[in-house]
């Protein structure tokens, strides 16, 4: 639907290249409808250069946010996330107000509660954007009525009940949440309390994947005794092949391209997944006792990274272990072109942390995924994916200090061999069908989600 008065959204993502990277997704649905976007960005100076190059229709502003006093230690990253945002309110406010004629809609991200009271302020209509599960905003919007007494981290076993979403154990809470009487815990228990304040929520899913979810919020489920905003699932926007801008093809892919079909097991774990060198050796025995074949990510583990962020593969990795894979693994370091490997025909299972941008990925490629959840929201991503979509299969060592060798072996033989796998793997079909027919112009469930956001702007 293409709209008849001109109009202009602010979109205003969070930190971190996992918010901002839907956000440009999101922003090139609005310019296809019509409608101007400017995203305004608070971090990530470099990322921002680099999308505004491969994006030239799309216009981007830093909003400088003043340093000094912010170079505190944090209990918790999401901590420095919330005082940077809360710190660039002003900048917001300013760059709202140079607007003329003023913008129609500020669309923020989750963290970015602080916002909502600039745009109050200024009377421009506010929404959120949530770059996560539509689940997860189910429980999030829930959080505040149903917070246990105990701290989660003190019941791990004990299991929680949301509407819309299958039982969840303490232990696989956002990490934010583990603590109630941490500053994150008490920070974002103030800040999902204040999402209702929002005009609506635009969703990164699709109706399909999370019908359940979608009817409890509804149906006023989440938010008892307050009207839940309107929810929109638009998605699932995801990152298109090639993002470096060089137009080159990488390495990986030619490699991929010698590989037979669905064969290769590809491992990555997000912008910020790390790993012990412990668990680097176990991960490499596994994927080399499976007999399959593998592109694997692997970054510089935490007691190595104050020398360098390059890994020293040879040092790091088993004796022997990248001569005898040789013929069958290709070992990447620190990033992978993920989108483009996701599509290759060779790819057929991923081992993914459930990032919510990996998850929608790995669906709309149609690889099957082996779920290990490492930080922020992830375990309830993993709960999500394995028991209400079911799209993967689970990792139980993520409950341990260290996955091991056999059960990674395991799990990558259950995904490439098995029955249970091939099953499993019928189903990744029916998600990838369902993820396009969403999308299609003229009646796609989140084409006219869009539409109607759009009407009601
Ligand atoms: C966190 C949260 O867990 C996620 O749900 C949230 O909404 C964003 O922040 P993050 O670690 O950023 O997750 O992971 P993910 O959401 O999966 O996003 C990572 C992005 O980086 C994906 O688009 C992925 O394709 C890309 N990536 C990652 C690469 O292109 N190459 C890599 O090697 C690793």
Same mark, same amino acid.
């Given at each position: 639907?293409? !709209?008849?008065? &001109?109009?202009? +959204? *602010? @979109?205003?993502?969070?930190?971190? *290249?996992?918010?901002?990277?839907? /956000? %440009?997704?999101?922003?090139? %649905?609005?310019?296809?409808?019509? #409608?101007?976007? !400017?995203? $305004? #960005? #608070?971090?990530?100076?470099?990322?921002? =250069?680099?999308?505004?190059?491969?994006?030239?229709? !799309?216009?981007?502003? &830093?909003?400088?946010?003043?340093?000094?006093?912010?170079?505190?230690?944090y209990s918790h990253p999401i901590m420095r996330t919330i005082d940077v945002l809360r710190a660039a309110s002003p900048a917001l406010r300013g760059f709202l107000r140079g607007q003329v004629p003023a913008v129609d809609a500020l669309? +923020?991200?989750?963290?970015?509660?602080? =916002?909502?009271?600039? $745009?109050?302020?200024?009377? +421009?209509?506010?929404?959120?954007?949530?770059?996560? $599960?539509?689940?997860?905003?189910?429980? /999030?919007? &829930?959080?505040?009525?149903?917070?246990?007494? $105990?701290? @989660?981290?003190d019941v791990p076993e004990a299991v929680l009940r949301f509407p819309g979403v299958p039982p969840i154990r303490a232990m696989d809470m956002a990490t934010t949440v583990q603590d109630r009487e941490s500053d994150i815990a008490r920070a974002r228990l103030r800040q999902c309390a204040r999402m209702p304040e929002a005009r609506g929520f635009l969703v990164n899913t699709f109706d399909w994947l999370e019908a359940r979810a979608l009817k409890a919020l509804r149906c006023g489920l989440c938010t008892p005794g307050r009207p839940t905003p309107p929810v929109y699932c638009i998605g699932p926007l995801v990152l298109p092949g090639n993002t470096d801008g060089s137009g080159e093809r990488h390495a990986c892919l030619e490699w991929l391209d010698t590989q037979p079909s669905r064969s290769v097991v590809f491992l990555s774990f997000g912008s910020m997944g790390i790993f012990s060198e412990a668990q680097l050796r176990e991960i490499a025995s596994g994927l080399e006792n499976s007999g399959h074949m593998f592109l694997w990510v692997v970054r510089n583990p935490p007691e190595h990274q104050s020398k360098s962020i390059e890994p020293d593969m040879e040092a790091l990795l088993p004796e022997g272990f990248l001569?005898?894979?040789?013929?069958?693994?290709?070992?990447?370091?620190?990033?992978?072109?993920?989108?483009? *490997?996701?599509?290759?025909?060779? +790819?057929?299972?991923? #081992?993914?942390?459930?990032g919510w941008n990996s998850a929608l990925e790995g669906i709309v490629s149609g690889v099957l995924m082996i779920c290990w959840p490492l930080y922020s929201e992830q375990r309830m991503n993993k709960v999500h994916m394995v028991e209400e979509m079911k799209v993967g299969v689970v990792m139980e060592g993520y409950e341990e200090e260290l996955v091991k060798a056999e059960e990674l072996e395991a799990k990558v033989r259950l995904v490439m061999e098995s029955e249970e796998g091939n099953k499993l793997r019928e189903r990744l079909v029916v998600a990838k069908e369902m993820a396009v027919d969403a999308l299609k112009e003229g009646g796609g469930s989140s084409d006219v989600a869009f539409d109607q956001f759009l009407r009601g702007l």
């Amino acid at each position: 639907m293409a !709209i008849e008065k &001109h109009k202009t +959204v *602010v @979109l205003y993502p969070s930190l971190g *290249v996992g918010h901002l990277n839907p /956000m %440009v997704e999101l922003a090139k %649905v609005f310019l296809s409808r019509g #409608v101007a976007v !400017i995203i $305004a #960005v #608070v971090d990530s100076p470099d990322a921002m =250069a680099r999308l505004a190059t491969t994006n030239p229709d !799309i216009t981007f502003r &830093h909003l400088p946010v003043p340093l000094t006093g912010r170079d505190q230690q944090y209990s918790h990253p999401i901590m420095r996330t919330i005082d940077v945002l809360r710190a660039a309110s002003p900048a917001l406010r300013g760059f709202l107000r140079g607007q003329v004629p003023a913008v129609d809609a500020l669309v +923020v991200d989750m963290f970015c509660t602080d =916002a909502l009271d600039v $745009a109050a302020e200024l009377g +421009v209509p506010a929404y959120f954007f949530f770059t996560s $599960a539509l689940a997860d905003l189910a429980v /999030m919007l &829930h959080l505040p009525y149903n917070f246990p007494a $105990a701290s @989660l981290k003190d019941v791990p076993e004990a299991v929680l009940r949301f509407p819309g979403v299958p039982p969840i154990r303490a232990m696989d809470m956002a990490t934010t949440v583990q603590d109630r009487e941490s500053d994150i815990a008490r920070a974002r228990l103030r800040q999902c309390a204040r999402m209702p304040e929002a005009r609506g929520f635009l969703v990164n899913t699709f109706d399909w994947l999370e019908a359940r979810a979608l009817k409890a919020l509804r149906c006023g489920l989440c938010t008892p005794g307050r009207p839940t905003p309107p929810v929109y699932c638009i998605g699932p926007l995801v990152l298109p092949g090639n993002t470096d801008g060089s137009g080159e093809r990488h390495a990986c892919l030619e490699w991929l391209d010698t590989q037979p079909s669905r064969s290769v097991v590809f491992l990555s774990f997000g912008s910020m997944g790390i790993f012990s060198e412990a668990q680097l050796r176990e991960i490499a025995s596994g994927l080399e006792n499976s007999g399959h074949m593998f592109l694997w990510v692997v970054r510089n583990p935490p007691e190595h990274q104050s020398k360098s962020i390059e890994p020293d593969m040879e040092a790091l990795l088993p004796e022997g272990f990248l001569e005898r894979t040789r013929e069958r693994g290709y070992v990447m370091k620190n990033w992978a072109p993920q989108m483009e *490997v996701l599509q290759h025909d060779a +790819v057929g299972a991923f #081992v993914t942390h459930c990032g919510w941008n990996s998850a929608l990925e790995g669906i709309v490629s149609g690889v099957l995924m082996i779920c290990w959840p490492l930080y922020s929201e992830q375990r309830m991503n993993k709960v999500h994916m394995v028991e209400e979509m079911k799209v993967g299969v689970v990792m139980e060592g993520y409950e341990e200090e260290l996955v091991k060798a056999e059960e990674l072996e395991a799990k990558v033989r259950l995904v490439m061999e098995s029955e249970e796998g091939n099953k499993l793997r019928e189903r990744l079909v029916v998600a990838k069908e369902m993820a396009v027919d969403a999308l299609k112009e003229g009646g796609g469930s989140s084409d006219v989600a869009f539409d109607q956001f759009l009407r009601g702007l």
